[in-house]
């Protein structure tokens, strides 16, 4: 069973960047695809950029195509989200989430990170 805790979250200017962590426990990290996930007030959780075990699949979302990198360090058991020219409508709680079985299907998710994005 894997624990999932996300820190890095913070109030940010249009404009500006924020790097996500997201510290895993457990000992089968590496075996685990990893996702990030987002919602924002009044409106439902979305999906934001997955990366597989080894690294070698990643996805993101359109929304934040060429301004996110999703990345992952199997030796510190973390994976991370780095957030460039950050719109205010990337303001929402970001959430850290584990697939252990299947590409896609999450089974552990942390408690989320607040990212606020002003104008």
């Known amino acids: 069973q894997a624990q999932l805790v996300e820190s890095g979250g913070g109030l940010v200017q249009a404009g500006g960047s924020l790097r996500l962590s997201c510290a895993a426990s457990?000992?089968?990290?590496?075996?685990?695809?990893m996702g990030w996930f987002r919602q924002a007030p009044g409106k439902e959780r979305e999906f934001v950029a997955a990366?597989?075990?080894?690294?070698?699949?990643?996805d993101y979302a359109d929304s934040v195509k060429g301004r996110f990198t999703i990345s992952r360090d199997n030796a510190k058991n973390t994976v991370y989200l780095q957030m460039n020219s950050l719109k205010p409508e990337d303001t929402a709680v970001y959430y850290c989430?584990?697939?252990?079985?299947?590409?896609?299907?999450?089974?552990?998710w942390g408690q989320g990170t607040q990212v606020t994005v002003s104008s």
């Open positions: 990366i597989s075990w080894g690294g070698g699949r990643i």
């Open positions: 457990g000992r089968t990290f590496n075996r685990y695809h």
């Open positions: 989430a584990a697939a252990s079985q299947r590409w896609g299907q999450y089974d552990y």
